[in-house]
């Protein structure tokens, strides 16, 4: 029949060409919109722990600033650290402090980051734009890391020194005043953090506190796995001291992450509409092709062959038709996916989307499912347009020649 079927003077022909080529068109609509769904989550997501870890534990006042306002003790941490260190991957301590950056002419607000000798620099080893880490050991560096925004905005190169003013705690005194050295420029694609953030030693923000060497603004925490980050995080959050909270990265930057949320229902819109396209497509060559081969129905019956035998047959022809879209549909589709991965031709806003070119990411488990989903839906909603065949009757069609 798909010999017969596929005949260019049959209208079927044509029509099923039409079908086939419905079916391979939606399946690359859905496997860019999946595609790049998922590697934009992806992306941002990596982003987003590479800048705070999949964990911040600090007090329950410092959650709603972005300083580090009220200190507490390495040892009230340490413990509970040290007792999950199977499942962390990077465990260090920081201090987040405001500043104003002044250099001859201009002059910038910022968060200060103090970090300390543990703090895994190769996590941001992607977004280092000029220049080398800064190296913090046991004595207090001058070494700064400032995000090319910020540097641009003070006219900084690497090796200028630049003016630190901070707030004195003294009422009525001046603010007090610090020099650094910039060691390296950085740029990650995230507005908030490229126009605020710069990276100092720990150290030097403790004695600007007056706080001893075991005083804090909180720990980050990286995991071996982050699958399960609710649940180690209300299992720390457990072992920890009442006053100390834990937020995960997804809570840290909630507006994100609700944002690529919505991609998802995104993709869910294209995926529903996709194959509703397909499947009508599908239905139309079906109910032609039934028609057309109206005389071969009757016959059939006319043999004995029952109308659920007969629709079988057509259901079959069917899914080969399908299966071709679908194998269209697949070649192209990752075939421009690859292209994307390579040569990376797509670009986007990082302001608005965070990332410079579109990523992609596309596991094997969410390309089957997706054959298979539309593969079954379609020839599932065949069904009802090939009930038309129990309405063929075979003394009708087999009156006239």
Not at 33 to 44: D, F, H, P, V
Not at 91 to 117: C, D, H, M, R, W
Not at 175 to 182: A, H, K, T, V
């Amino acid at each position: 029949m798909r010999t017969s079927s596929n005949n260019e003077s049959t209208v079927s022909a044509r029509i099923i060409k039409i079908a086939v080529l419905a079916i391979a068109i939606g399946l690359v609509m859905m496997l860019v919109a999946i595609g790049t769904s998922l590697g934009l989550q992806r992306e941002i997501k990596a982003k987003t722990i590479a800048l705070s870890g999949d964990l911040r534990i600090a007090p329950f006042e410092n959650n709603n600033s972005s300083l580090s306002v009220t200190p507490i003790y390495s040892a009230e941490i340490t413990p509970t650290i040290e007792s999950n260190a199977q499942a962390i991957e990077h465990a260090y301590p920081f201090i987040t402090k405001g500043v104003l950056l002044k250099t001859k002419n201009e002059f910038e607000g910022a968060i200060l980051k103090g970090v300390s000798q543990r703090f895994p620099w190769e996590e941001l080893s992607s977004y280092l734009i000029e220049g080398r880490f800064p190296s913090y050991g046991t004595a207090i560096s001058k070494e700064m890391m400032l995000s090319v925004t910020l540097a641009r905005k003070l006219n900084l190169k690497i090796g200028d020194r630049v003016s630190a003013y901070f707030q004195n705690q003294e009422e009525g005194r001046l603010p007090r005043i610090r020099y650094f050295i910039l060691s390296a420029t950085f740029q990650t694609g995230f507005p908030d953090f490229d126009d605020n953030y710069a990276f100092v030693d720990l150290l030097h923000l403790q004695k600007l506190n007056a706080w001893d060497e075991n005083q804090i603004g909180g720990y980050e925490v990286f995991l071996k796995d982050d699958e399960n980050t609710n649940a180690f995080a209300e299992k720390i959050y457990a072992a920890l001291p009442p006053h100390i909270d834990v937020q995960t990265v997804d809570q840290l930057y909630q507006g994100v992450f609700d944002w690529i949320a919505l991609f998802d229902f995104n993709v869910l819109i294209i995926l529903i509409v996709m194959i509703l396209v397909g499947t009508l497509n599908m239905a139309t060559a079906l109910l032609v092709l039934i028609l057309e081969r109206s005389r071969m129905i009757g016959v059939l019956k006319a043999l004995g062959a029952t109308t659920a035998q007969v629709q079988k047959i057509f259901l079959f022809n069917a899914t080969y038709i399908i299966s071709k879209g679908l194998l269209w549909g697949n070649g192209f589709g990752l075939l421009l996916l690859y292209s994307q991965l390579q040569w990376q031709w797509m670009q986007l806003d990082p302001s608005t989307y965070f990332v410079s070119t579109l990523p992609v990411y596309l596991p094997l488990h969410y390309w089957l499912g997706l054959n298979l989903l539309v593969l079954t839906i379609c020839v599932a909603l065949l069904w009802i347009p090939s009930r038309i065949i129990g309405g063929i009757e075979p003394s009708r069609v087999l009156r006239f020649r």
